[in-house]
């Protein structure tokens, strides 16, 4: 059989409903995991750069464990290991906590790298007027990091949607998963290579456009860094 | 108006303080002067937390300067103006005035807004409102920083060698303004190398180094008969 056979691509587009459906769960999976990771990335990257010393620790762990293990031995732990101590976990349930606690941990580090970007006198500056924590994030320093934590941020979202792709290990009803059921199948199987292209080509559409924005975000903020750096005078700090 | 009482400030191992005592009247222009490194703006940074002291007491208008009260001790009696300006960079010069005096000191926009405008007055920037800080030389940036301090309307404002980080040319700006407060009955604690500035405006005159205060007094005392041989020995180099 032919590699790209007009066969099978008339077999992909009678179960084009079958894509669509994984489509749509990945997306749903991808926002809600999203949600999750920014409310962790938040607590987190603020707890890290609190300067108290227990919640930076703690901030610390949580980064380091998720970062320096795999994300498919994060997902059966969560979903196997909860399975048989008696907890019934929903699969889709599982990938949103699982996603979402995975990239938190790197959305920490985005947020703590903005918030530490911004130099030590716009503090100085706000605690010598009054300002409390709230205060000074509120209305000095989070104004300024979003700028800074934004296109990082974006790449984190890309991320996170390819990596829906691991939920296959735990038989998801995700993109990738429905697709290999569908290659594989009784009935439907056969079609590798149209159907791979086709769940390649709906991962593409999305991260795409998004990965090209993160990119022109950035360079769009380099530029604009570069001429204030080149206007405004660079000077010593004196101890 | 401030008192420190045997202030102890330690970096780590580095003894940056050392039995720091020193008083500052209401009203007074107090300047500190001394080489890199004596602790001067450490000191000043001591009087408003932004360093606590290792050990020593800090009492601003009588009242114990402490980890808990400091916020609202520092709202209501001291501004600073720092070296490198510290304007907030996301918001207009306006906005930069009209922050704390609106957020923390509940005066309404309307009031907020008016004492800016008084204030950029004052430091002759009126025209500057609207525009963005990075669009300023440094002196315009310091004197929209005073203007800041001054929209607290506290009585104290503490300056942590407020033209060293400026182009010899718009120094003068920036201390033409400062003589200007110095005729108002704000309290003035000055940490600055301006030797001209010291003597023009200063009622009293510390000098600093490792960490001690090695000399005080007037003006004239210390430009023309300094007593202890390090401080001869700065002012010799400094003024020629």
């Known amino acids: ?239 | 108006m401030i008192k420190l009482e045997k202030v102890n400030k330690y970096f780590g191992d580095l003894h940056v303080l050392k039995d720091v005592t020193l008083q500052v009247a209401e009203g007074e222009k107090l300047v500190i002067i001394g080489p890199s490194g004596s602790g001067k703006s450490t000191t000043v940074r001591c009087m408003n937390f932004l360093e606590e002291p290792t050990s020593g007491q800090v009492y601003i208008n009588g009242t114990l300067l402490t980890h808990k009260n400091k916020r609202q001790l520092i709202r209501d009696n001291m501004s600073m103006v720092f070296q490198q300006f510290n304007l907030y960079p996301h918001m207009t010069v306006l906005k930069n005035l009209t922050l704390a005096p609106t957020k923390l000191l509940h005066k309404s926009k309307q009031e907020a807004e008016a004492l800016a405008f008084h204030y950029l007055e004052v430091v002759g920037l009126t025209d500057k409102a609207h525009v963005y800080p990075s669009t300023l030389s440094g002196g315009q940036q310091q004197r929209i920083a005073i203007a800041r301090a001054l929209c607290a309307e506290t009585k104290i404002i503490l300056f942590d060698e407020p033209t060293s980080a400026l182009d010899p040319e718009t120094i003068q700006e920036v201390l033409e303004v400062m003589v200007r407060l110095a005729k108002e009955n704000i309290t003035m604690v000055v940490v600055t190398h301006e030797m001209g500035f010291a003597r023009q405006v200063a009622d009293r005159v510390v000098f600093m180094a490792d960490g001690q205060i090695l000399e005080e007094g007037s003006p004239e005392h210390f430009f023309t008969d300094p007593q202890h041989e390090r401080v001869k020995q700065f002012l010799g180099k400094i003024i020629k």
């Open chain 1, 1 to 239: 059989m032919e590699l790209f056979s007009v066969a099978s691509w008339a077999k992909v587009w009678a179960y084009r409903t079958t894509f669509l459906l994984g489509f749509g769960n990945t997306l749903r999976t991808a926002v809600f995991a999203l949600l999750l990771s920014m409310v962790l990335g938040v607590i987190f990257g603020l707890a890290a750069t609190s300067g108290k010393k227990a919640l930076v620790a703690v901030a610390r762990v949580y980064v380091e464990i998720i970062q320096n293990t795999p994300l498919l031995l994060q997902i059966c732990f969560l979903y196997y290991a909860l399975a048989f101590s008696g907890q019934n976990v929903e699969i889709i349930t599982t990938g949103i906590v699982a996603l979402g606690v995975y990239h938190g941990a790197y959305v920490a580090e985005v947020v703590r790298a903005g918030i530490e970007a911004i130099p030590r006198g716009q503090f100085e500056a706000a605690l010598s007027q009054g300002f409390g924590y709230l205060g000074y994030m509120y209305y000095i320093i989070l104004p300024q990091s979003i700028k800074i934590i934004l296109p990082p941020m974006v790449n984190q979202v890309v991320n996170l949607i390819k990596n829906t792709s691991c939920l296959y290990i735990i038989g998801g009803a995700d993109l990738i998963s429905l697709t290999y059921s569908f290659v594989t199948g009784a009935t439907t199987g056969g079609a590798y290579a149209p159907a791979y292209f086709v769940c390649g080509l709906l991962f593409f559409i999305v991260c795409f456009p998004l990965s090209t924005l993160a990119g022109m975000w950035e360079s769009a903020l380099k530029n604009r860094d570069a001429r204030v750096n080149t206007a405004t005078k660079n000077v010593e700090g004196v101890a």
